[in-house]
């Protein structure tokens, strides 16, 4: 099973390419149909964020595993990076409704409710780095 894959996000069949790759990723690690659509919703998001506000960045996806009491358990982690303007004020980013486009989406809130992992590192004039990792129930 491939474990990894990039897509890079310059245009909207970059954010389709993306949503594709992690569904099918998705799938193959063992997520059920509801979480395959939570991934490709947070994929979503994260890819039409790149494309909007840096025109262009990547979406890295990774399968990992961590061990728990129960035994090891397999996930996926999305590294959505740019080199954009950055994001000023994270906590504003953050708040349910805040939006910067006319734009319906979810927003980053929505992709942090969807996934259980989810930190911004962002430098303004320098770019974005989102990770999120959602992992098998």
Same mark, same amino acid.
């Given at each position: ?5 990039? %897509? ?7 954010? %389709? ?6 569904? @099918?990723?998705?799938? #193959? %690690? ?33 399968? %990992? ?46 992709? #942090?409710?969807?996934? @259980?992992?989810?930190?911004? @590192?962002? @430098? ?9 990792? #959602?992992?098998?129930?």
């Amino acid at each position: 099973m491939e474990t990894q894959s990039c %897509v890079e996000v310059s245009n909207e069949w970059g954010i %389709v390419a993306a949503r594709q790759a992690g569904r @099918d990723l998705a799938r #193959k %690690v063992g997520f059920g149909s509801v979480d395959q659509a939570r991934i490709t919703t947070a994929i979503s998001e994260l890819a039409r964020n790149i494309y909007l506000y840096a025109e262009r960045g990547e979406i890295r996806l990774e399968v %990992v595993e961590t061990p728990t009491n129960r035994g090891i358990i397999k996930g996926i982690r999305i590294i959505a990076s740019d080199e954009g303007p950055g994001i000023p004020d994270i906590r504003q980013v953050m708040v349910d409704g805040f939006s910067t486009s006319s734009g319906l989406g979810a927003g980053l809130p929505g992709v #942090k409710r969807l996934m @259980d992992e989810f930190t911004i @590192d962002s @430098d303004v004039e320098v770019g974005t780095t989102i990770m999120s990792t #959602k992992w098998v129930r």
